[in-house]
């Protein structure tokens, strides 16, 4: 697209953003409100890539039959650190292998959604075959992942990780399934409100059948903290571009002051859930306002906090139930409702409900 002859007034058509009406010109920045009420101050450079934006997946989800369109293989070098997942508790992945025959007796078959509503298709027969142990027979304690090995004659353990039924209800579209090599298990990659987030899937063998690429399913989502605590205080001061002053204050309201070129940023109240550079996808940073505190007693030995925050604003905010042990908490007091707080999490989830229409939400 050849920006340099807009003026105010102009109608634009953008492969990528959209149709609308140009609302501001700067030299670098033009400002469009556009058909469907949004509104943005958009780079000159960027709309004139007159590209579509559509996501990778879309195009291959439109060309390919389920399971392809929905299902990927993991790549071969691909490493998960499910014993980092223990980090919170007195005990470690290895310590709970020593008991792990007297766990497999005591333990009882998770239960799921695709258990007591089967799936309108099948899996293909030549998928590994694998069930999931949860113990102590509870809602909170460990998942044993199992894969069933016909030509050996034998079942296999493949992973034993923390699990917690009760979470967030949240809306998700489902974008990917990554299955990993043991076959029963796997990451989901979905938008929630707008935003991406990428989590192990605690139930997959259960509700693989169900997933579909392009769907909208609600899922339990819980972030287990590997360490968290109350929030520093931080800020900075920012130059802002004198286009995007310029764009801010045309839009004032009565009464509001003008936007300065030089602005203070503070954290209070952000809500930011970032991947870790070198950890595994379904790990995240976080800094969230708290919004409810509910004490939890003996999940695996360890006393704690499901504590409800905001960890993403999109289209609408997007509250995480986050799971704190005491030994992972760090700070002096317990968490408080309107506290900000910070740290890092694993993020698992499982599917509570594939047909949108018929949810009631938690």
Same mark, same amino acid.
């Given at each position: ?8 007034g102009?109608r ?8 609308g ?18 509104? /943005? ?15 990778p ?54 239960a ?13 027969d030549?998928?590994?075959k ?16 199992? =894969? ?8 296999m ?8 039924s009760? /979470?967030?209800?949240?809306t ?10 043991s076959?029963?298990e ?8 707008? /935003? ?6 605690? =139930? ?42 310029a764009?801010?204050?045309? =839009? ?19 809500a ?26 003996d ?14 604003r ?41 047909? =949108? ?6």
């Amino acid at each position: 697209m050849d920006t340099r002859n807009l003026v105010v007034g102009s109608r634009i058509a953008h492969g990528g953003y959209g149709a609308g009406v140009v609302t501001f010109v700067g030299e670098t920045y033009l400002g469009i409100t556009f058909d469907d009420g949004r509104e /943005g101050l958009i780079q000159r450079a960027a709309l004139e890539k007159d590209e579509p934006i559509v996501p990778p997946r879309a195009i291959v989800h439109a060309f390919l039959p389920w399971p392809d369109s929905t299902f990927v293989a993991e790549a071969q070098d691909a490493q998960h650190y499910l014993g980092s997942h223990w980090a919170p508790f007195e005990a470690d992945a290895e310590a709970w292998m020593l008991r792990l025959p007297q766990i497999v007796q005591e333990a009882t078959l998770q239960a799921g959604y695709g258990e007591f509503y089967p799936a309108p298709r099948s899996v293909p027969d030549d998928w590994p075959k694998g069930f999931l142990l949860t113990w102590p027979p509870a809602a909170e304690g460990m998942t044993l992942a199992l =894969r069933v090995e016909p030509e050996k004659k034998a079942t296999m353990v493949v992973s034993l990780f923390p699990s917690f039924s009760r /979470g967030s209800q949240c809306t998700l579209t489902l974008h990917e399934v990554c299955v990993w090599e043991s076959g029963v298990e796997a990451q989901i990659t979905a938008s929630w409100n707008g /935003g991406e987030v990428t989590f192990f899937d605690s =139930r997959y063998p259960i509700n693989r059948a169900w997933y579909e690429a392009g769907k909208q399913y609600e899922f339990i989502l819980t972030g287990i903290a590997y360490g968290a605590r109350p929030a520093e205080k931080r800020e900075w001061k920012v130059q802002q571009h004198p286009e995007v002053v310029a764009w801010t204050n045309r =839009r004032l309201q009565e009464g509001e002051a003008p936007h300065e070129r030089e602005c203070i940023v503070r954290m209070d109240g952000a809500a930011m859930l970032l991947s870790i550079d070198e950890w595994d996808v379904d790990d995240y940073s976080f800094h969230a306002p708290v919004k409810s505190v509910e004490e939890f007693k003996d999940w695996l030995g360890q006393d704690g906090w499901r504590v409800r925050a905001t960890v993403m604003r999109c289209d609408e905010d997007c509250d995480l139930d986050i799971l704190i042990t005491r030994r992972a908490w760090s700070g002096e007091a317990p968490p408080q409702v309107g506290q900000d707080i910070e740290g890092r999490l694993w993020l698992q989830g499982y599917l509570w409900m594939a047909e =949108r229409t018929q949810v009631k939400k938690r």
